[in-house]
DNA sequence: GCAACTTTGTTCCTGCGTTCACAAGCGGCT
DNA sequence: AGCCGCTTGTGAACGCAGGAACAAAGTTGC
């Protein structure tokens, strides 16, 4: 039972699959991902360290170093074929098998999620849905029916969960994540305000809300005393779609 | 126009209100807030760092530093006067004040945005709401009316919005970002995945699911080959509420 | 009132992540 | 075919954050 919620190491032993990859340099390369696909979209089959660090907004350097952990797949002079690379990164990312998602908790945000479809972007298809309240039971959301929490166990297992999404009130978030664990899910999401305590091979990614916005307002507080920024010098002129 | 989304140092200049915080030290106090709000709802009127610090997850020397960025306020010996922790935190963090918040893109998840009433915990009232879709406009949701994007920097200035929450699609999120900017918010957290292009005097924080289940994708990879964890060794005697 | 224990506040140190800078390598041009 | 310029990949330095250890300080018991 160790408490390691986010920021810390990935490959404590082994280090066959490359070597270790810093957590924050796993998190860019999701985004280079993005930036890629967006990229191949628009036709893009090349792109140099510095186009992609420039639309990633990370420093070029910092870029080719995170490269380098999914393996040397550019051509100097050249740069990157942007195909290759967004193989590459999708292996190492563990995207080329599919993650089945449950979600746990259809209050506001469990609905929003579950509504999501097949989630962002494609690779996490959501699979179940759990809640405590006995009239949500049966009813589906998103085309997927609610199952009762006390089933999350075996459904869990049944349905081959990988990822576990917590949206239950704080209060419920621990007996729901034990659930999860007893039903072999190893990662999990959690929105509740609350540190969990897990087994030390279950990784747990928090977002908080609350948390977000008071760090917002700590950089609010210590600005310039200057009141309010000066009022509209962008053109209104709105075309969104 | 620089790109500085998340990470990144706190004052750059002025080291006036106390010396600068780093970033993570912030978002610890804010979870210690939380904690803190907890025991003294229970009674408890002092807690050690050692206690404090188990019940937040980190190191207590890691927690004896934070603190002592917000001041010395502990009692040797005793420990921390809980009600005047949480007081100089607030301070610290701009808790004292309120913090109108608009929300931008009522879709499923701007909508479980507005829904959360005062919004998580208290101090971060939603005072506007934003949207493209006509059909959307003036519709209540959460009790508060949806205005028109094209009116969102009036409106902002006029309701003095500090904190901008983006929800919109990826495509509408810089444009939306722009309206803001222009309505005086400088605070924004942004939901769509994109990484905004703002004035280096407006905060942005990023929240981004797929980044998320990317990263628990990559710990879910490099596992132990083991198929999936054992099945239920915990009581499913779930009794949520 | 004194001594011993407890707990804070801080200093030092270690270690990781980011950045800089350069050598190696590849394509294009003449 | 050889040279030139561009871009990658990596070795080394820098800087920050986290952890350990210690001194200062205050409280409790005698």
Do not use: W
């Not at 190491?9 to 993005?34: F, K, N, Q, W």
């Not at 899910?185 to 897990?198: D, H, K, S, T």
């Not at 200057?226 to 075309?239: E, H, N, Q, T, Y």
């Amino acid at each position: 039972m160790t408490v390691h919620q986010h920021g810390r190491y990935s490959t404590p032993v082994e280090d066959l699959p490359s070597r270790a990859v810093p957590e924050a340099a796993v998190g860019r390369l999701a985004i280079y991902l993005r930036v890629l696909t967006s990229m191949i979209e628009q036709g893009v089959t090349t792109m140099s360290s510095e186009e992609l660090a420039g639309a990633a907004g990370v420093n070029s350097a910092t870029l080719r170093k995170d490269l380098s952990y999914v393996g040397s797949y550019g051509t100097r002079g050249v740069g990157y074929d942007t195909a290759k690379l967004v193989e590459h990164i999708e292996q190492l990312l563990g995207l080329t098998r599919h993650h089945s998602v449950a979600v746990v908790g259809i209050g506001n945000l469990g609905h929003a999620l579950a509504n999501y479809g097949g989630f962002p972007d494609r690779g996490f298809p959501v699979t179940a849905l759990f809640d405590v309240d006995e009239d949500l039971v049966g009813i589906p959301v998103g085309g997927l029916p609610v199952d009762h929490v006390n089933t999350i166990p075996e459904v869990c297992a049944e349905r081959e969960v990988t990822i576990g999404v917590i949206c239950t009130p704080a209060s419920a978030a621990q007996i729901v994540c034990d659930l999860l664990v007893a039903g072999g899910v190893r990662c999990i999401l959690n929105f509740a305000p609350v540190m969990l305590q897990v087994p030390s091979d279950v990784e747990v990614r928090r977002v908080d809300l609350a948390v977000e916005l008071q760090i917002l307002s700590f950089y609010q507080a210590r600005r310039s005393p200057g009141p309010r920024a000066g009022a509209a010098p962008v053109d209104p002129v709105a075309v969104i779609r």
